[in-house]
């Protein structure tokens, strides 16, 4: 009787678990994660919690900086192993099978472009409901569109 209690309170626990896992990949939890960050920059991080995503935020935006610019490089051809998150890489070498492709600047920083994911998300709303990388994606590729050569 206990065990089965125990299974189900575990099996309770799970299941609430999962939609916040989905609702942590969203563009909506990006924004507020790095409206967290923005709000810090100020100095007014509060809590333990505003600190976590202050550090989600900045570190989401540079793993997909750097895989963007890998990417950009290696022309959508796989890199070495550890190199930059894979997820990451991967949606954007696939970008490239589709004539999609974005040029970073070299001094682009964090708090820019989590300045810009905001303006961009509240004009495109739609960008709320699809993952966090999908959303990134497509705010890098708007304002910083390749034209003419690659590098």
Request: hydrophobic share 45%; with cysteine.
């Amino acid at each position: 009787m206990i065990i089965r209690f125990l299974c189900c309170l575990l099996a309770t626990v799970l299941a609430c678990a999962a939609p916040c896992r989905v609702e942590e990949s969203s563009g909506a939890t990006l924004v507020r994660k790095c409206d967290t960050y923005l709000y810090g920059t100020g100095g007014r991080l509060a809590s333990e919690q505003a600190a976590k995503e202050a550090a989600d935020c900045t570190g989401f935006i540079d793993a997909v900086v750097a895989a963007a610019r890998l990417a950009h490089e290696q022309r959508g051809l796989l890199p070495p192993p550890g190199k930059v998150d894979e997820k990451a890489y991967r949606a954007f070498a696939m970008s490239f099978r589709w004539g999609v492709d974005s040029c970073l600047p070299s001094g682009l920083a964090t708090h820019e472009v989590a300045r810009q994911l905001r303006l961009m998300v509240s004009l495109n709303r739609e960008l709320l409901w699809t993952d966090a990388l999908t959303t990134l994606r497509f705010v890098l590729a708007e304002l910083y569109p390749c034209t003419g050569a690659s590098p």
